[in-house]
């Protein structure tokens, strides 16, 4: 056996481990299933042992496979630790560049990610800006996809049972509202949400890829009175999105981190004051030094910030409440 493992070969290694699956292991090193085949049996012929039964219908980790996982692990760990302390681009560290979707535009994902690029010049991020977590999770459970924002509590168990999450912010819950209208009871700057009572809020029903918050929203009106609007096809871009709340005349449940709507104003809620949880969520077992440069700087952020304080009197569903505080 080489002394000198190409970190390529763990690489790949550990993708079919956590994936047990050539194809989306592939999809996620973007490599060509072929080639990612090839370095397997590299690696096999380096250790002078079968890593992998194949069948047509599985892949599973042979005994001597479950042994090299928490090696090749604490090795690729080093090597990614490495590359980023001495601030080594991608190409010359032979690492992949990191897909993270932020959401939108305007984020607590995006500032996030602003941040790392600064703090970490030498990784690439790769952006993406799909909104809504729940098709995000599945994209990077399939391989597609590194790292994504939003309320993890509003994911599948299943769903939660392949990801590794970490609170990074409570967002203040807010309404989008026409200039012109002000519910009864309500005054100016923030709302009760007694306020809304009687009043229909868009909160992407009819939306698949954004049925985390679409929950959320049926937690917070439930008995309030508050009813949700009727679904509606997904609605792609700001612009778009603009184009339709203004035709419909909606008012939208929202939060503080929001895009501005020429028209509209954005109202805080209180009595209580609702708060959307906001996490990183990445696969389960993801080494990567753009992954620890995210991490290391939603924690700065929101150190300076004070994204993790819960104000007097403030409101999350239970499954948040189960999730983040058990």
Do not use: C
Not at 59 to 73: F, K, W
Not at 127 to 150: E, K, P, Q
Not at 209 to 228: C, H, N, P, Q, V
């Amino acid at each position: 056996m080489s002394s000198d493992l190409s970190p390529r070969l763990l690489r790949a290694f550990m993708a079919v481990a956590e994936e047990l699956h050539f194809t989306r292991a592939a999809a996620r090193l973007y490599v060509a299933q072929q080639a990612l085949s090839r370095d397997i049996r590299s690696l096999e012929r380096e250790l002078g042992a079968v890593l992998f039964v194949r069948s047509t219908r599985q892949v599973a980790l042979t005994p001597e496979g479950e042994q090299l996982l928490p090696y090749a692990r604490g090795v690729l760990a080093a090597h990614d630790e490495l590359a980023a302390a001495f601030g080594r681009g991608s190409a010359a560290a032979g690492q992949r560049p990191l897909a993270v979707d932020v959401a939108a535009p305007v984020s607590t994902g995006q500032r996030v990610l602003e941040a790392a690029r600064e703090a970490a010049p030498g990784v690439e991020f790769v952006a993406r800006y799909h909104s809504g977590l729940t098709a995000a999770a599945a994209d990077i459970l399939a391989g597609r996809l590194d790292v994504a924002f939003g309320r993890a509590a509003g994911l599948p168990r299943e769903m939660l049972a392949g990801l590794e999450y970490h609170l990074v912010r409570y967002e203040r819950v807010a309404v989008l509202l026409p200039e012109q209208h002000r519910p009864p009871g309500a005054g100016p700057g923030e709302m009760p949400l007694a306020a809304l009572e009687g009043e229909t809020l868009y909160a992407g029903a009819g939306n698949p890829d954004t049925a985390e918050w679409t929950s959320y929203a049926r937690a917070l009106f439930e008995g309030r009175g508050i009813r949700l609007a009727a679904p509606f096809p997904k609605i792609e871009g700001e612009r778009e999105f603009a184009r339709v709340v203004r035709g419909k005349g909606w008012s939208v449940l929202a939060t503080e981190v929001f895009i501005g709507i020429e028209g509209m104003v954005l109202r805080p809620l209180i009595e209580p004051v609702p708060l959307s949880p906001v996490s990183m969520v990445w696969r389960r077992g993801l080494r990567h030094p753009g992954l620890a440069a995210l991490r290391g700087t939603a924690g700065e952020l929101g150190a300076a910030g004070g994204w993790l304080r819960r104000p007097a009197g403030s409101w999350l569903p239970a499954p948040d409440e189960a999730l983040h505080h058990p």
